[in-house]
């Protein structure tokens, strides 16, 4: 028996440029299913460029993504409707902001902004609604009585698990990050680490993780591409690149990281 | 020096293109339409929208009744009627049952209207998601795609903040099982009037530059919750004038030791039934 | 029967940032662990044991050569299966303790070993359960399991690494130093444990910092030594 991963996402040459500066150079990737994949990079290499083209919110010059939840793979991001994307963003896939404020309406109550999507589904139950909301914030380790407080009475550690819990309630089966954890504090950093870890092997979603903090990659990950000046210079298993690094700038990236 | 203006002020060209604009709006009942808001003799904030629908639709054959907050005898019911009368000479009237073309500020008639007539709204705010989503770059995505979780968030926050769901005029609506619509500033209680009504309903906004219909017979929804369904509030007080009960009052402080009163806001109504 | 296998395998560094310096560890490093064997890993240190651990697992890239497990029923090549199955095989077939201790900060001891099994699909009362039970055997007083390890002794630590291998049935462990930070009662335990797991059926290859060690529980051993330069 032999084992064949089907992949729910595909990128073939993504290419891409502001002006004259190239963001992403002939780019390709797959994602599996239940699988966390890392880009990480110095800043301006391209990860969050590449983030946005796979997510569909910026368009390549060349290059497209395929996707679909059987490993069909028959959708394309680049030719989807806008009003199938947006669908897509909202139910079947997920993307958690560096900054939650990004992502949360903040004159909404946090019970509010859970239930976004469920009613954006057609829920039109307040008891229903009320209830996933409180189940939620318990699963993000939110004290249940903040749920009508707003957002901008939250730490930004809660601020951050709040626009996880609003996101991550559709059941999204493909969850795009960018830098989940880089704005907190590092006290608080531990905690997300330790939830997204949880809630990911919890709900088996793929998730593609941007992040230049190659320890958030290792603990999260269990692949990884490092990005170099808009391309993918090295990919395989998380622990084999960063301990064994193979290409030049990889062997630089690793050995740069300060001990602690 | 006598000036002479066009039948009901606007050129014919002006009144064409309204008229157009309007089969538009028919044809996709709650939807906004855009068009060129005419400069008009009055401010914005002052009914232009509704003036302009009302001149494109009238003619020597109409009766005309104009109300403001439910009556006819404000300033502004006052000298919008005065202003068609002489820009085109039409009969008008105080009575609802015997008006063909009625415009409004803020309340629908409590007298039932018949299959005929026309009920022309004054808006100061076409679009229902404003408030939400000042951007029209969105909210025209909004309504292409039928998202209005925006609003269903509003009134989840006023369950969560006041136990229900308050909002007291300008209710949100679906016509048509498709737009989210704003019926204008009427209360939350006329609504259920908007509900397949045997007459049509225009509406003018002119400083927002946009028009919306709903035709005759046209569903009109107001949004709510499975357990939380809609239910406008209205005092039981009756009517210290005609004892009428189930009409929309106005509350009228009387003295100066703060005695009121509750009246009927719709002044036709009371009147007949005195 | 064998469970691993290794053929062949070769690894060297190539340290980029020195020029392109080339180092050579392994060369031509064959041999096989059966069911329920334990193969002890000896040699001078720097000699290249621990690399030789790695490369097994896929922690380095081999350079060439084979090494087959046994996963699933069938003999699967670890240096060539995709990233996606190099994963699901380390998840279930093959484990491997290092020397050091890397967990996500201020994560209590228990959850730590216990994810080791919800990641294999065990739940929580359950994997809770068989963690606590390694941690005891493993004389890790309960009054530490719902701390973070970050603040234990280089020995209580030692013994989390070994519980989060351990806790599981694994057919395949490699173990890298498993008692050297151990005093002799605690190094004791783990003798035992891993004659358990020889028992149970386990294929082991360790490589212990004590000869005594070595004598007590390997089966076999396989000398490492530095590679001079006829070998490269």
């Not at chain 1, 808009?230 to 062997?251: A, N, S």
């Not at chain 2, 998601?129 to 039928?146: C, D, G, Q």
């Not at chain 3, 380095?60 to 029923?73: F, K, N, P, Q």
Request: proline fraction near 6%; include cysteine; glycine fraction near 6%.
């Amino acid at each position: 028996m032999s084992y064949r991963p089907v992949p729910i996402l595909m990128a073939r040459d993504l290419t891409l440029s502001f002006g004259t500066l190239c963001a992403l150079e002939s780019v390709s990737l797959e994602i599996y299913p239940g699988e966390v994949l890392a880009i990480v990079g110095e800043s301006g290499s391209g990860k969050t460029t590449l983030l946005n083209t796979l997510y569909g919110v910026l368009a390549p010059g060349a290059g497209e993504v395929r996707f679909g939840e059987n490993g069909e793979l028959d959708r394309c991001v680049q030719t989807l409707p806008r009003q199938q994307l947006r669908h897509l963003h909202r139910s079947a896939w997920g993307y958690v902001h560096q900054n939650p404020r990004d992502a949360l309406r903040m004159e909404i109550t946090a019970g509010g902004n859970i239930v976004e999507r469920l009613m954006a589904a057609g829920e039109k139950h307040y008891g229903t609604l009320r209830e996933k909301a409180l189940f939620w914030l318990q699963k993000v380790e939110i004290d249940p009585k903040r749920i009508d407080d707003l957002p901008t009475t939250f730490s930004g550690g809660m601020q951050q698990r709040l626009q996880i819990a609003r996101t991550l309630i559709s059941h999204p089966y493909l969850l795009f990050m960018d830098e989940p954890t880089s704005g907190l504090d590092v006290s608080v950093q531990a905690g997300l680490l330790d939830l997204l870890r949880n809630l990911v092997s919890e709900q088996r979603m793929a998730v593609i993780l941007v992040t230049h903090d190659l320890a958030v990659a290792r603990l999260l990950a269990g692949r990884i591409a490092v990005m170099q000046r808009g391309r993918i210079i090295e990919t395989g298993v998380t622990d084999q690149v960063l301990d064994d690094p193979q290409h030049p700038y990889t062997q630089l990236l690793v050995s740069s990281v300060l001990p602690a | 020096m006598t000036i002479y203006y066009n039948f009901a002020y606007l050129d014919e060209g002006t009144k064409k293109k309204i008229r157009r604009t309007l089969l538009k709006a028919v044809a996709i009942p709650g939807h906004q339409i855009p068009f060129a808001s005419r400069e008009m003799p009055l401010p914005y904030g002052w009914g232009t929208g509704g003036i302009q629908v009302t001149a494109a639709v009238i003619g020597p054959e109409d009766i005309l009744k104009v109300i403001d907050q439910g009556s006819d005898d404000t300033t502004n019911a006052v000298s919008i009627r005065n202003f068609f009368r002489s820009t085109t000479g039409v009969r008008t009237t105080t009575s609802t049952r015997e008006a063909t073309l009625i415009q409004t500020r803020h309340r629908i008639p409590e007298t039932p209207l018949h299959a005929g007539q026309i009920l022309v709204y004054q808006v100061p705010m076409p679009e229902p998601l404003f408030k939400l989503e000042p951007r029209v770059s969105e909210t025209i995505a909004l309504h292409a795609m039928a998202d209005y979780s925006l609003m269903y968030l509003k009134l989840y926050d006023q369950i969560t903040r006041y136990g229900r769901i308050a909002i007291g005029y300008e209710y949100p609506v679906i016509v048509h099982d498709r737009y989210l619509t704003s019926p204008s500033p009427i209360p939350a209680y006329d609504v259920p009037k908007m509900h397949m009504s045997p007459a049509l309903q225009l509406f003018g906004a002119g400083r927002e530059k946009r028009l919306y219909a709903i035709p005759p017979y046209t569903r009109v929804i107001p949004l709510d919750f499975t357990d939380y369904p809609f239910d406008p509030v209205n005092t039981r007080q009756p009517c210290a004038l005609c004892g009428a009960v189930e009409s929309y009052k106005d509350e009228i402080v009387i003295d100066d030791a703060g005695n009121r009163q509750f009246i009927c806001s719709d002044t036709d109504f009371c009147e007949h039934r005195r | 029967m064998n469970l691993l296998e290794v053929k062949d395998l070769r690894k060297t560094f190539t340290l980029h940032l020195r020029g392109g310096l080339q180092l050579a560890v392994l060369r031509n490093i064959s041999f096989s662990v059966a069911a329920g064997e334990c193969v002890a890993l000896v040699g001078p240190s720097g000699a290249g044991k621990s690399t030789l651990l790695r490369t097994i697992y896929g922690n380095y890239r081999a350079e060439s050569g084979s090494v087959t497990v046994m996963h699933d029923g069938e003999l699967v090549d670890l240096t060539r299966v995709p990233p996606q199955q190099l994963l699901v095989i380390r998840r279930h077939s093959i484990a491997y303790v290092s020397q050091f201790l890397r967990v996500i900060p201020r994560v209590s001891t228990r959850a730590i070993v216990a994810s080791v099994l919800k990641d294999q699909g065990v739940r929580s009362p359950d994997a809770d359960a068989r963690a606590e039970s390694i941690l005891l055997t493993l004389n890790l007083p309960l009054r530490l399991h719902g701390l973070p390890p970050a603040t234990f002794s280089g020995g209580e630590q030692q013994r989390v690494n070994l519980a989060r291998a351990l806790v599981t049935d694994h057919p395949v462990l490699l173990l890298d130093e498993p008692t050297a930070s151990l005093d002799a009662e605690n190094a004791a335990v783990v003798l035992s444990l891993i004659q358990d797991a020889k028992r149970a059926g386990r294929a082991i290859i360790s490589i212990f910092h004590d000869p005594d060690m070595t004598v007590r529980v390997a089966d076999r051993q396989i000398p490492i030594t530095s590679l001079t330069e006829n070998d490269r």
